[in-house]
């Protein structure tokens, strides 16, 4: 009797104790949701997987706690419905050209709304009472390095496109102005400037609002087909092109394209985007479901891949296409905006 008490006593014990090397098992992960998977497939690679931003193209701080306690849903929803013309910034609704319904809208924004950490401010609404002659000398002063001339084509966040000054509220800009947001180069101005000096230079902004621009044609659903590939089919290889992960400069491929080597342009941005302009001959195959085009494109041919970011789409684009097998990948190095710069052929529209 006294063996078997010792016996169960040491089992007990031993119970007690953890076995070495013996791991807990790991909870499953949380599924996303539909409006994260949204954002991870099509918004993170400029803004970052956790709204950090300034990942690709100084594109904004989306999770910055100032940001998020200011801003409407409206104002979101009009950003991602019709983006930000003559910036990086696709207009991602389906009525655009995007891939996005207004429900998917939805689901991102309720997304963007998990990073903000508390209720909304409230914000100053009354009406503007700024002089805008005090407030174009301070514009040159404060703010003219990092928003350029008229609040666009700095190489900041572009405060003077007119669909941002649209939706953003008198309270939003001095809200903006006082706060600044921390943690960017943003900074505050209530101890610089002063009330008049915020004041002022919210009526700047507020004079730089332009007439809402007619409403864009019905654009058709995306995919968009795919055009003829690739170009110049009989021609010889291009000649100085560089394997993905490196870039090709745009003069090169420019130059081999002139030459009549065989190659492919894929435009990587949202359909919406190649509608509005893109490389004449290139075709829309967007960098966030490369999938409906992947059997019809040529493995034995180069395929330039480009955006506008100049590298974040068409090289996430391009990483895609390695993982599916093609060889012959490089992305143009210095993206649209450089190549229509030099004059060099584009084309609006569906087709190529």
């Known amino acids: 009797m006294r063996r078997l008490l010792k016996f169960l006593s040491l089992v007990s014990v031993l119970a007690l104790v953890p076995l070495v090397g013996c791991k807990k098992a790991e909870p499953p992960p949380a599924k996303l949701t539909h409006g994260a998977e949204?954002?991870?497939?099509?918004?993170a690679v400029c803004h970052g997987e956790k709204g950090e931003g300034y990942k690709a193209d100084q594109a904004p701080r989306l999770a910055q706690p100032e940001f998020q306690a200011s801003v409407s849903d409206e104002h979101l929803r009009e950003a991602i419905k019709n983006g930000r013309s003559f910036t990086t910034m696709s207009a991602w609704s389906k009525e655009r050209g995007g891939p996005l319904s207004p429900e998917d809208i939805e689901e991102?924004?309720?997304?963007?709304?998990?990073?903000?950490?508390?209720?909304?401010v409230t914000l100053d609404e009354r009406p503007i009472a700024g002089d805008l002659t005090r407030a174009e000398n301070?514009?040159?002063?404060?703010?003219?390095?990092?928003?350029?001339?008229?609040?666009?084509?700095?190489?900041?966040v572009h405060i003077g496109n007119p669909q941002l000054l649209q939706t953003a509220s008198?309270?939003?800009?001095?809200?903006?102005?006082?706060?600044?947001?921390?943690?960017t180069l943003m900074k505050g101005f209530s101890n610089t400037i002063g009330d008049e000096g915020i004041e002022d230079l919210t009526a700047l902004l507020r004079s730089w609002v332009n007439p809402a621009p007619p409403p864009p044609a019905p654009a058709p659903p995306p995919?968009?087909?795919?055009?003829?590939?690739?170009?110049?089919?009989?021609?010889?290889d291009p000649v100085g092109f560089k394997m993905t992960p490196e870039t090709t400069p745009m003069d090169v491929i420019h130059a081999q394209l002139q030459r009549g080597a065989r190659m492919a342009f894929l435009d990587a941005r949202a359909p919406s985007d190649y509608m509005n302009q893109h490389i004449a001959g290139a075709v829309s195959v967007p960098f966030y479901d490369p999938s409906p085009y992947l059997d019809k494109l040529p493995k034995n041919s180069w395929l330039v891949c480009y955006c506008a970011c100049p590298h974040a789409e068409s090289g996430s684009l391009a990483a895609k296409l390695l993982q599916a097998g093609f060889k012959k990948v490089t992305v143009l190095d210095e993206g649209l905006g450089a190549w229509a710069g030099k004059k060099y052929p584009v084309h609006s529209g569906e087709k190529p």
């Open 38 to 43: 949204l954002y991870g497939r099509m918004c």
């Open 108 to 120: 991102v924004i309720k997304f963007l709304r998990t990073w903000r950490k508390g209720p909304p």
């Open 138 to 156: 301070l514009y040159a002063r404060e703010c003219i390095a990092c928003h350029g001339e008229r609040g666009q084509r700095g190489p900041n």
């Open 170 to 183: 008198n309270g939003f800009i001095r809200y903006a102005l006082k706060n600044g947001r921390p943690g």
């Open 223 to 236: 995919p968009i087909p795919l055009g003829p590939v690739p170009l110049n089919p009989p021609g010889p």
